[in-house]
DNA sequence: GCGACTAGTAGTACATTGTACGAGTCGATC
DNA sequence: GATCGACTCGTACAATGTACTACTAGTCGC
């Protein structure tokens, strides 16, 4: 935690560094490096290796530059991770609708946009488990948190109704990512659980995994948990 | 994958190595290394150092062996995160309540139950979503698929229902274990929450985090989903 | 022009990790 | 006694995150 950008030692604000220093000594190919193009390239990468892909080293050789000038812009590892995670969570636009129950509907959107962007960066999934709220989450249960509360929720059965939707989306994410997002993975899965079917008889005969309208699936069950919530 | 107990090198069932060999050259102190002895130890030390805890190198220390012995034993570090999870996610009986609506009373012990289970070993929650099903968590989907099937949910609706749930448990687990168990960490988030209040005052206002009553919370979202479920 | 300072880059080095390889030990069977 | 298979383990290596240190190039006050 010794030189960084920002000097003061308690409190790490992360300013981005508005400076314009122009082609370096590295043939001035490469752009300068910065907070935004490492999370970015970062993402890139994890998007095309995963998670166990990411590492300093190739972070750096994609970005042209050295492994240890990452260090300046980014505390460790574990930050770059953060960073990566908030930004593939950003949430772009309600749209709102208009009309009775648009709550519902907007809720719903909401809620499949959420699963759909961390789907489509399947590391995102594994990882948010064990990373702090970044403010792209924040926002995102913000939103959601005003939406209900506009839709008539007491204040009493906010958090019980936020909990009940973030759990649901999360694990529904979490879990769809877990079964892979290449379909030989899942069917290997599908035939391992085949070849038991005889342990696992009821789970066999509602052919768990073989029904794979995961996105159907999602869809009826929120609205089967909004319902609820609604008649609270 | 070269040379494992069993023999077999397409099919690497996992029975058990029952062969009495006493006390080896390790001056009689250590009982022999065993499949069981392995993953126990191994939940030993995830429980007391977490995930990053577990090294190959001080499971074998735990253990009184040599590094590599484990590797007879097992293919790979994964291999043992694997069995570790599967291990602690055993479910002792339902204990089966009597009466009208007593499916719902079922439900709801076997998922607070495997919701506890998992909070007692927090790695686990972390763990979930890269892992493949496990016997076990098969033998819990399979007990819950039965009992909702037996409450009269029909085959169409199985799916939806079961996945439902399940999403709620590993999301409701998996969130709760990501705040930290540790006090400190709660209210350090709590902080940096209170700190953007003006950010997010919906969520400021809900106390999102400093209620933590998160088992009620647990049990009302659960309550709510079943309800909506049943009316189905 | 000149020295001091700041922002930023990067090479080297090291400790820690998972695990491949091959040698060793022991009991049972021929 | 020779052989074999089950099991143990020391050595070695490649990959990783990052501390430390030295370097470069601009900016500012003189």
Redesign the interface.
Known sequence: MAGKHSSAPDKPVRDKPVRGRAKSVRSGQEPPLSLERIVATAVELLDAQGLEGLTMRRLADRLGSGVMSLYWHVDNKEDVLDLALDSVLEYRGPSRTAGPQAWHEDVVHMLEDWRAGMLRHPWS??L??????G?NI??R??LL??TL?GAGVA?AD???A???L???????T??R??FGVSDDERTA?QQ??AD?SE?????A????LL?NDWDG??R??LD??L???A??
């Open positions: 999934a594994l948010l488990p064990r990373r702090t709220l403010p924040l926002g249960l913000e948190s005003r509360s204040d906010l958090n019980v936020l909990w009940s973030w759990n649901y989306v999360i694990g529904a979490v879990t990512a877990g899965a391992r659980l038991q342990r696992y008889p009821t789970i005969r509602s052919r768990l029904d699936a999602f009826q069950g089967t948990l319902d609820g919530l008649t609270r």
